[in-house]
C-alpha cells in the first residue's frame, strides 16, 4: 500500500467531512490564456493504490456528474452515479483497483469554478470565472495525480463528456495512459448537441434571477431557467423508443386531460421531476461554463483537423463503447474515432452494445457494458502485472 | 484448447512477427493463436457482439462492424496479412470485399466452402432442394450463405480483382488440409473446402 499525501482540507456537506480536496501548488494554465493561480481539486478515492502504484484508475464524470462514482451523494443522498461499475467486485473491482474521480474545473462540487469564491476578489467568480476547456479539465487531472505522485494510471474511463476526457487524456499525455475507455462521446462536438446546449444556456440566462451570473451576490437562483436546460438536455439523454415505452400517453394521476396546461402527461411530470431536483445540487454557471467545454471540444481541430494525429504512435490499448439508440453520441462517431486509431495503427477495440435506452444507457445496468469493461480492465491489468 | 485444423492451416501460412488482420474473428481463438505462437500483431473484425467480448476480455483488439461496410476505412498496406476466413460466402458483395483484404494486406488468406464439391453436386441433382451439407446445414431460405461458390469461380474472382495465387489447399471435411493446383479440376469435386494465400500483382 503506497503512502499518499496529506490533504489540505476535506470537502466538507452539512458539518461532515465528504471526501477529499487538494489546493494545487501550481497555477493552472488555461486554454482560453488565463491561469487559474491555486486551483482546488475535490475528489474521491476509493479501493487502496498498491506499492508499485500501478492500480490506478482514473473515472472521469460526465456533464452533471461528479466525483461521487461509487459513493452515496452528499447533497441528494442517492447511490453513487456509477455504482454498478465500481465497487468491490464491480467491472472497475475497487479490491483490485485504486479507483480516482475528481470534480472537473468549472464545477459545482467543490472543485474551483464560477461558484466558489474568487480569491482576489472575495466575491463569488461568476462570469468573471475564465472559460475552460475539456484540455484544461485534463490539464487539472493530470497536476492532481501528480499531487498523488501518480505517475501512470492503468485505465482512464468515462462516458459522455467524461468520454471526451479519455480522449483528450490519450491525445495530451499517451505515455500517462496504459489503456483508454471512452463510452458514448465523440471527438468533436456536433452541431445538434451544440444546439441543445445554446437552448439549454438561453434558457438559464433568460430567467430574471440569473441577474448576469450574479445571483449568489442576489441571493436569488435561476432555478427555474435551470430546470428548463436540464428538461430539454435530459430528452436527448433519452430515445424516442424508451419514452414510448416508459411513458407513452400515459396520463399523470388522473382520468382523463384536463384543457389546461398542468402535466397532464407522465412524460410532462417526469420532466418537471427531473428538471426540480438538478437544481438542488447543480450550479446554473456551471452549467454554462461545461456546457460550453463540450462544444469547444474538437480532438482533431488541435491536429490541423485530422484526427488520427492526435492519436500517432499511441502506445496506449484503447475500448471504445457506442449504444444502437444513443442518439446524441451515436455509434458513428464512436466508430470514428476508432477508424482514426486504427489508422495510426493504435490497438483498438470497438463494441456496439445494443438497447434502446438511449445516451443515458452508459449510466445504466448494461450487462453488456459491464461484461466488456470487466474482461478488458483484468486483461489490461494482467498484462502488465497489476 | 487445440486450434480448428482449418485455422491450424492459416496459422502455418503466417510469418513470425507479423500484423494481421482477421476479418470475422469469431471469438479470436486464431488471433490468439498468432499472437502466442507467432508473436503477432493481430487486430480483429467480428459481427457479433459477444464474440466480441470474447476477444476484448482475451486482450486482443477487436472492432465489431461487418466485412461490407468497414473494410474500406483501414489504411492500403497497414497489414503484412488479412484474413478472411469462411466468411466470403456471406458477404453482400464478395468481389469488394476481396478487393479492400488484397489493398489492406500485403498478402491474403482466403478459405472457403465448396458449393463444387460433389455432395453438393449429387444432392440437387437427385434430392432436386437446395443441398444441404454439413459445412453448409442451412435451410435456403434462411442461410446466411447468400453468395456461395465453387473453388473453380473463386479462382476466376481472385484472377479478376488481380491477385496471384501464392499458395492454394484444399480442405476435407475434417479439416485436413494438402496443397492443391488451383485450376485442377479434381479439387473442385473432392475438396470440402480451400484456402488460398494470395498477394496483388
Excluded at chain 1, 69 to 97: C, L, N, Q, Y
Excluded at chain 1, 160 to 172: I, T, Y
Excluded at chain 1, 192 to 203: M, P, S, T, Y
Aim: charged share 20%.
Amino acid at each position: 500500500m503506497a503512502e499518499l499525501p496529506k490533504f489540505i482540507r476535506p470537502v466538507t456537506a452539512a458539518g461532515a467531512e465528504i471526501g477529499h480536496a487538494i489546493v494545487l501548488d501550481k497555477p493552472l494554465e488555461l486554454d482560453c490564456g488565463q491561469t487559474l493561480a491555486q486551483p482546488t481539486i475535490a475528489y474521491m478515492t476509493y479501493g487502496t493504490l498498491n506499492a508499485a502504484r500501478s492500480n490506478a484508475v482514473l473515472v472521469c464524470h460526465a456533464l452533471t456528474g461528479d466525483q461521487f462514482v461509487a459513493s452515496e451523494h452528499p447533497v441528494t443522498g442517492k447511490p453513487g452515479w456509477w455504482d454498478e461499475m465500481v465497487g468491490p467486485g464491480k467491472p472497475i473491482d475497487t479490491d483490485r483497483f485504486f479507483v480516482i474521480c475528481s470534480n472537473v474545473v468549472g464545477g459545482c462540487m467543490g472543485t474551483t469554478g464560477p461558484a466558489e469564491m474568487n480569491p482576489e476578489t472575495g466575491k463569488p467568480y461568476g462570469l468573471t470565472f475564465p472559460v475552460v476547456t475539456i484540455r484544461d479539465m485534463v490539464r487539472a487531472q493530470a497536476m492532481l495525480l501528480d499531487a498523488l505522485g501518480i505517475d501512470k494510471v492503468l485505465c482512464v474511463i468515462g462516458g459522455s463528456m467524461g468520454g471526451m476526457q479519455v480522449l483528450q487524456w490519450a491525445a495530451s499525455f499517451p505515455e500517462r495512459v496504459i489503456s483508454a475507455v471512452p463510452i458514448a462521446c465523440a471527438a468533436r462536438h456536433s452541431a445538434q448537441n451544440i444546439a441543445f446546449h445554446e437552448v439549454g444556456r438561453q434558457a438559464i440566462m433568460a430567467d430574471p434571477d440569473w441577474k448576469n451570473g450574479t445571483y449568489q451576490l442576489h441571493g436569488t437562483q435561476p432555478g427555474k431557467g435551470l430546470a428548463v436546460a436540464r428538461m430539454a438536455a435530459h430528452i436527448t439523454y433519452l430515445s424516442e423508443a424508451a419514452l414510448q415505452r416508459k411513458f407513452g400517453r400515459n396520463l399523470q394521476n388522473r382520468e382523463q386531460i384536463s384543457f389546461g396546461f398542468g402535466a397532464d402527461f407522465q412524460i410532462e411530470s417526469y420532466l418537471r421531476h427531473q428538471g426540480m431536483t438538478f437544481v438542488d445540487r447543480f450550479d446554473a454557471n456551471s452549467y454554462l461554463y461545461i456546457t460550453r467545454a463540450m462544444d469547444y471540444f474538437d480532438l482533431a481541430a488541435e491536429q490541423g483537423g485530422t484526427l488520427a494525429e492526435a492519436f500517432k504512435g499511441s502506445k496506449t490499448r484503447f475500448l471504445i463503447i457506442s449504444f444502437t439508440s444513443d442518439w446524441l453520441f451515436p455509434t458513428s462517431e464512436n466508430k470514428h474515432v476508432a477508424h482514426a486509431l486504427n489508422a495510426t495503427a493504435a490497438t483498438v477495440s470497438f463494441v456496439e452494445i445494443a438497447t434502446d435506452r438511449g445516451h443515458d444507457a452508459f449510466l445504466l445496468d448494461e450487462p453488456e457494458m459491464y461484461d466488456t469493461v470487466r474482461g478488458f480492465l483484468a486483461s489490461v491489468a494482467s498484462s502488465v502485472g497489476a | 484448447m487445440s486450434l480448428r485444423p482449418d485455422l491450424a492451416a492459416i496459422a502455418a501460412m503466417i510469418p513470425q512477427g507479423a500484423r494481421v488482420l482477421d476479418v470475422g474473428c469469431g471469438d479470436g481463438a486464431l488471433l490468439e493463436h498468432l499472437k502466442k505462437s507467432k508473436q503477432a500483431d493481430g487486430r480483429g473484425i467480428e459481427l457479433i457482439q459477444q464474440k466480441v467480448n470474447a476477444c476484448v476480455a482475451r486482450g486482443l483488439a477487436v472492432m465489431q462492424g461487418d466485412a461490407d461496410s468497414d473494410l474500406v476505412e483501414y489504411p492500403s498496406a497497414a497489414f503484412d496479412i488479412s484474413i478472411l476466413s469462411l466468411t466470403i460466402q456471406a458477404t453482400r458483395n464478395p468481389r469488394e470485399v476481396l478487393g479492400h483484404l488484397l489493398r489492406i494486406g500485403r498478402r491474403t488468406i482466403i478459405s472457403l466452402p465448396n458449393f463444387g464439391h460433389w455432395r453438393v453436386r449429387l444432392s440437387l441433382l437427385f434430392g432436386g432442394r437446395m443441398p444441404k451439407t454439413p459445412a453448409l446445414d442451412d435451410e435456403w431460405y434462411d442461410t446466411p450463405n447468400i453468395h456461395l461458390c465453387t473453388i473453380a469461380d473463386f479462382v476466376a474472382l481472385a484472377k479478376a480483382n488481380g491477385a496471384v495465387i501464392e499458395q492454394a489447399l484444399a480442405l476435407n471435411e475434417r479439416g485436413r488440409t494438402r496443397p492443391m493446383r488451383a485450376d485442377a479440376w479434381g479439387p473442385n469435386i473432392l475438396a470440402e473446402g480451400a484456402i488460398f494465400l494470395l498477394r496483388k500483382t
